[in-house]
């Protein structure tokens, strides 16, 4: 950002979490990819199963949540954006993916992939659910 940037009204836009922090989460959602397994196995998804996930995430900037929102439509999900609950400040970026399959190694890999994209476009993926009970998809 430069000083005629400044001066002409662009502001710049703060970092919402450091590559630190990104990693971190990182490690606490593939930690909990397995248990959100166990508990869907509880309620009768199997390894062959395939669901739509629903996921979520928080960035400090409404352009941010924009252009992962555009990113994650690219991929053929579905993704809206706007304010998050906690108000005006944090920005909430959420969807439903195409079919992933409900084994551990599937899941794993999509929860990576999307903590890179959240990490890439400074956005942080805050997890995933989804429901058991959705029609089977082809």
Same mark, same amino acid.
């Given at each position: 950002? /430069?000083?005629?940037? *400044?001066?002409?009204?662009?502001?710049? $836009? =703060?970092?919402?979490?450091?590559?630190?922090?990104?990693?971190? *989460? %990182?490690?606490?959602?593939?930690?909990? +990819? &397995?248990?959100?397994? =166990? !508990?869907? %196995?509880?309620?009768?998804?199997? *390894?062959?199963? !395939?669901? %739509?996930?629903?996921?979520?995430?928080?960035?400090?900037? $409404?352009?941010?949540?924009?252009?992962?929102?555009?990113?994650? #439509?690219?991929?053929?999900?579905?993704?809206?954006?706007?304010?998050?609950? #906690? /108000?005006?400040?944090?920005? $909430? !970026?959420?969807?439903?993916? +195409? &079919? !992933?399959?409900?084994?551990?190694?599937?899941?794993?890999?999509?929860?990576?992939?999307?903590?890179?994209?959240?990490? *890439?476009? @400074?956005?942080?993926? @805050? /997890?995933?659910? #989804?429901? &058991?009970?959705?029609?089977?998809?082809?």
């Amino acid at each position: 950002m /430069g000083f005629f940037d *400044n001066v002409f009204g662009k502001k710049e $836009i =703060d970092q919402y979490r450091t590559q630190e922090q990104q990693a971190a *989460n %990182r490690k606490k959602q593939l930690q909990m +990819t &397995p248990q959100t397994l =166990d !508990v869907l %196995r509880q309620h009768g998804v199997d *390894n062959e199963r !395939v669901l %739509r996930l629903e996921f979520f995430f928080y960035t400090n900037a $409404i352009e941010k949540a924009a252009k992962l929102s555009d990113k994650l #439509t690219s991929l053929g999900y579905s993704s809206k954006f706007g304010t998050s609950a #906690t /108000g005006a400040k944090e920005f $909430i !970026v959420t969807g439903l993916s +195409t &079919p !992933v399959k409900m084994d551990e190694a599937s899941a794993l890999e999509w929860t990576a992939l999307m903590c890179d994209l959240g990490s *890439n476009h @400074d956005c942080e993926f @805050d /997890g995933w659910g #989804t429901d &058991p009970t959705q029609e089977q998809s082809k």
